[in-house]
């Protein structure tokens, strides 16, 4: 188990640590309202995670694969709710929207990993690669891999929330916090076109 989880987590930390909607979600909110005020978010994020991962390992994936459709409309809803997302950022970045501008829920979180159908993809890919096929089903290691999974991915938000965090306090005169909030939401504009488009 042990030689599992270091080659598992050295396969996922590219993944887990680069620039990708997760990652730019939580160091916008971090930037935006502190790392404290992230953690409903990354709660809800996180056991959505765990709940699909574990989900996909004991074989949802092979149900969604019988409606290809799913996968697509998932894959709409996702970039979506990363541009409206993107647009709330944006909004906090000017004055007028500054007031109704409040932290990122666990709703959210959830929301956010629900409506990510690349997680999907490379949940299923991991188990490939991770669970032998004498595994295939069996709980124990299924819930292994995916509380490493989940694990990983909460360190690798956790930092990127903390570096937003301390970018925003670089960036504490109004209008260089507005700057911030308007560069991170125009990030995750372009990471919600590039799901639409992948």
């Known amino acids: ?27 916008a909110n971090g930037a935006r309202f502190g790392f404290r005020s992230t953690l409903p978010a990354s709660a809800g994020y996180h056991i959505a995670t ?10 949802l994936i092979a149900a969604m694969d019988g409606i290809p459709a799913l996968f697509g409309a998932l894959k709409i809803a996702g970039s979506a709710y990363v541009l409206w997302i993107a647009w709330r950022l944006f909004r906090s970045g000017t004055h007028e929207g500054a007031a109704d501008a409040r932290p990122a829920s666990f709703t959210d979180g959830a929301v956010l990993l629900l409506l990510n159908p690349k997680a999907y993809v490379i949940i299923a890919l991991m188990f490939t ?8 089903g069996r709980l124990l290691p299924v819930l292994f891999i995916t509380t490493i999974f989940t ?14 965090d301390r970018l925003a306090a670089m960036f504490a005169v109004p209008e260089r916090a507005r700057m911030l909030n308007v560069v991170f939401g125009a990030l995750l504009a372009g990471v919600g076109v590039w799901m639409a488009f992948s």
């Open 1 to 27: 188990m042990t030689q599992t989880a270091i080659a598992l987590i050295l396969f996922l930390f590219p993944l887990a640590y680069s620039p990708g909607p997760g990652n730019l979600f939580f160091a």
């Open 129 to 136: 690669q991770f669970l032998a096929p004498s595994d295939a």
């Open 151 to 164: 694990l990983n991915n909460l360190v690798a938000f956790s930092v990127w929330t903390y570096v937003g």
């Open 50 to 59: 765990w709940i699909v991962t574990a989900g996909i390992g004991l074989g």
